[in-house]
């Protein structure tokens, strides 16, 4: 026996587990099934690789998003063949509009038993595509530990996007040469000198601007230099209504999301002259309405581009500050200011918000997908202690629970709340018994409308008059009521419900006084 | 003011439940949001649409599978962008390899705003190809009728397939020309005499022979054919592992299943010289492994196909018969055969087996994704009373929930009972809430054996030794321990927990003399 080989040959999945921990990529939310034994196996042989059982694939993604939004490096999401890829599709879908680094492995039968079109078999790359930014089938395990390397590398490009591999089973099994090295990040676009000039002097052209900042801006030292830009120049300075990651809080620079609705978004625009935007798009309506506009930035005004999301937003923001003249001046800064409300006072998402905001700890983490019971929690956490605030950025729902699953295990030391509607935490509620699990630091706080409450809205919004039964009962979740409480329990989740201002606050305080998973669900 | 126009004016939303309403499609199973909400208003307007709102889309597609198996004719599933038909997509999977005729229904942007590309804009058609045998995006409201009777009518094509219908804003809300009538189902390919003779001579040449019928074969008099064929012949009479729908039991011909495992498929096919193929395929292993093989036809064998499953198999079954002279014989029939057992047993799948198959009423369904638990119950039923009985036709676990919603709903006064392993059952649980809210008669029993209980055994099958600690907690469920009852609650159902076989007869016997939706939580 070669006893050399005995030591050092890998197959194709150690391969590419070796080659994913030497490029940092430590993390692995997992749901595999049999055409993932040997990445399985791997996790075991190979030294560094923590798995992460989800036990649902929305839960995978949407936790793999949370991960590489907080990180801005990808964890592995782990996936059983097409149906595996399609459950998690939703999640990538918010991912790819978040610019999520984010790496699928997804295991597909051996490469010589595709013929055979057995029952698991179907279209893994068209499944893929839609919402992709890179896709590579390896062809044989010698190519897989490359193919790997290149799927960090393109995961990171322009920020972050999402890159699938496609892992047969044989590839995993047979022999490879061993890991890969990652080849370099391609580089983001550097914005130019003469585009930064341009918009330094747009900027003091004494124009009524707005200032819309996504992406890398809403964070860290581009954001300091995005408000240090603002207050130079007097612009107005927002954000989209759902952000990826945003910085807010006191200490802070403050920022003014735009409203959901077309015509809100139309009003704070009014007379707006200058749209400045940095990692941005032009503001659009989240769905058409009959006779409602969908483009929404106002007729004769101008429109700049200093950074597309993929480009080099930080950079450009530092040039930008410094041909202001303004890169070392203090930008502005949200103050603390959090009140309590009177604990008599009636329960509703703005005595609600004053609550979480008054006990919100420092560097928090907020997943929120609240919806229409989340403009008291938004309104009141903007000068609660600093924190970020991870947002639904595709419109699809069932991401908040995961996401903030994700954003746990990628911070471990941080707070997470969870503030979520009871119809979309419907979608992924797995995502408790991964906390548990884990032993993760999420307090969720459902707010049980026991409707699809946004839809009522929406109902009335399309012009079709009031619900009729059938249409009623297609936006009611009552009959049956959910238990949420029951449910946590269910999955070893501790958990609690409030009925009033008073309970909520106790337990909300509680909660936020100790480590561990908890659900509190709210009756509102 | 138009009188006439007042009257009679639909938009395109109610030309196309009108069409669907006549065109005998009369069941929702539903999941809208904003993009829906002129489909969701005309379930009002137009009479004869019963919604049936899913609490995640799998549950959408999964019930429509249920119903469509059960039926064989579509209910329409309405969701929600690409997103949300990116959450139907696995079950889509399960139905395309079924054969059952579906109908989806996808809201997208209004035409002018998809150039906008708002958060929830996606590659629809991209996400359906891979599942869909047909695909329509309707261009404007006045062509949403016909195309809605063009996708009923090839949603039934070939005994079944999906159609998918993208159904844009605008042109649910515009005004239409009124609804449509269905084009002729495409006819199924007739069988030619040539083909029977052939097959009627190669049955009598005394060769040994299997016949491995599949989809329509599976039932009713197409059934009694196949007995009576294999009968006279002397021939073998299978089916696949997984049918779409077969009935079982006593009175009805009796049909050995092909093993899951290929060894096992191997062993039952050693020295078979001959395979007769009626709807089915040939057989293959559900997933590769290292050394073993993956084509299972014996080498020399011979194989003839009597029919593929889009052809017209009733038909094609019904002149073999006649070829044979056994068109009016008596076909083979199984007998009513059920044990309790001692009721201090042990609990284990055989004796719960045992337990479901005596308590059985007339005419049930069974809903089968008890995977390594499933032997028993399967074993002990075959000689039950006489019963439809539905399986993962694709390996996409998730489905056994929703696809016994979907069959009580389309055959109310039949009891359902799903057996379900824990696993999989987590995929689409929110099933149980649209069970207590139609108030369904179905029975879920869950078998907790607290892991991925099929992987344990994969992982050992693809040779790469015991589990280590990584690969355990990728493959095990407790830490924490699912508490189903809980779960079950937590939406509306009743539930109890069985851990010793009495428990389980008592709760079980229960529950088949009661109406409604109930959960029985086994300890296995």
């Known amino acids: 026996m070669d006893m050399k080989a005995e030591t050092t040959v890998m197959n194709g999945a150690e391969s590419l587990v070796q080659t994913l921990v030497d490029a940092g990529i430590d993390t692995c939310f997992s749901n595999p099934g049999t055409s993932e034994m040997h990445f399985v196996a791997a996790t075991d042989k190979i030294a560094g690789m923590r798995p992460i059982l989800c036990l649902f694939e929305g839960v995978v993604t949407g936790a793999a998003d949370g991960y590489g939004r907080m990180l801005r490096k990808p964890a592995a999401s782990l996936l059983h063949l097409g149906p595996g890829l399609a459950n998690g599709l939703a ?110 002097a747009a900027l003091m052209n004494g124009k009524k601007t707005v ?37 807010r809080g006191a200490g802070i620079v403050p920022i ?78 949200a103050e603390l200011q959090t009140t309590l409300p009177a604990l008599s006072d009636k329960l509703d998402q703005f005595t609600l918000g004053q609550v979480i905001a008054h006990y919100l700890p420092e560097n928090a983490i907020i997943s929120d997908e609240s919806n229409t019971s989340g403009i008291g929690p938004a309104l009141s956490t903007l000068t609660a202690a600093p924190h970020d605030f991870l947002a639904v950025t595709g419109g699809s729902i069932g991401r908040g629970l995961p996401v903030a699953t994700g954003a746990a295990v990628a911070c471990p030391d941080r707070k997470v709340v969870c503030l979520h509607g009871d119809g979309g935490a419907m979608y992924t509620m797995q995502s408790l018994w991964t906390q548990a699990r884990e032993e993760l630091d999420v307090t969720t706080v459902i707010f049980a409308s026991k409707s699809y409450a946004i839809l009522n809205i929406e109902y009335d919004r399309v012009g079709v008059g009031a619900p009729g039964p059938n249409a009623f009962s297609q936006l009611d979740l009552r009959n049956p009521e959910l238990d949420w409480v029951k449910i946590a329990h269910g999955m070893g989740v501790e958990a609690s419900c409030a009925t009033t201002l008073a309970e909520f606050s106790a337990q909300f305080e509680d909660a936020m006084n100790r480590k561990g998973p908890r659900l509190i669900e709210v009756l509102i």
Chains 1, 2 share one sequence.
């Open 211 to 247: 200032i819309l900042i996504s992406a890398d801006a809403l964070y860290g030292e581009a954001l300091n230099n995005a408000g240090r830009i603002a207050q130079a120049s007097g612009a107005r300075l927002m954000c989209p209504t759902h952000p990826s990651r945003r910085q």
């Open 91 to 200: 999640n990538l879908h918010n991912a790819r509009r978040a610019g999520t680094p984010m790496l699928n492995i997804v295991g597909d039968h051996a490469t010589y038993h595709s013929q055979y079109d057995a029952p698991l078999n179907s279209d893994i790359v068209g499944f893929a595509q839609p919402v992709s930014a890179w896709i590579q089938r390896s062809a044989n395990a010698e190519e897989v530990a490359g193919d790997a390397a290149r799927a960090v590398s393109e995961s990171l490009a322009g920020g972050g996007q999402i890159a699938t591999l496609i892992l047969p089973a044989d590839t995993a099994w047979n022999e490879s040469d061993g890991p890969a090295s990652m080849p370099p990040v391609p580089e983001r676009v550097t914005v130019s000198g003469a585009r930064v000039d341009a918009v330094a």
């Open 256 to 333: 003014e999301p735009l409203p959901y609705f077309a015509e809100g978004i139309v009003a704070e625009l009014e007379r707006v002259e200058q749209l400045v935007l940095i990692g941005a798009k032009s503001p659009v309506s989240f769905f058409a309405y009959p006779g409602k506009p969908s483009w929404l930035t106002p007729e004769g005004c101008d429109t700049l581009t200093l950074a597309e999301r993929e480009e080099d937003i930080e950079h450009a923001l530092s040039d930008l500050a410094d041909a202001l003249g303004v890169g070392l001046a203090t930008p502005p800064r």
